[in-house]
């Protein structure tokens, strides 16, 4: 019996990076199929409000789409651009395209009708008021019999 090295990866990987063809030096995972990273991300809440910062360059305010729905605030944003250039003896074409989605959670203490939103040097500012609580509820001792 001879021990076989584990792959744990998708079907065209597996094909590709088969016994037959045992490239792991070439095809090595930092040049294949890069996992989404997440947006960075700070919550700070006052006594009055929470405020969210998420960083997302490189888009301008007409390319994000904000909703609320069934108590989650939604953000998603597309953004493409391409670049044809045409010359005598040769041509060249460049397009990206980027897009995020990201849903949070809403506490039921926040005003939904009063979130406001910015965007402004690569970051989407989100300011949400939190609504007044009639009484606050003080920590009680029950004791046991």
Sequence with gaps: MSLVKFR???????????????????????FWFDDITELAMNVKETDGNLEIELAAPGYSKKDFNVTIENGCLNISAENSSSIEEEEEDYSRQEFSYTSFEKSLRLPENVKDEEIKATYKDGVLKFKLEKKEHAKKHVPMKIAVS
């Design 8 to 30: 744990n990866r998708d079907p065209l990987r597996n094909f590709l990076t088969s016994d037959v063809f045992d490239n792991d030096d070439i095809l090595s995972d930092r």
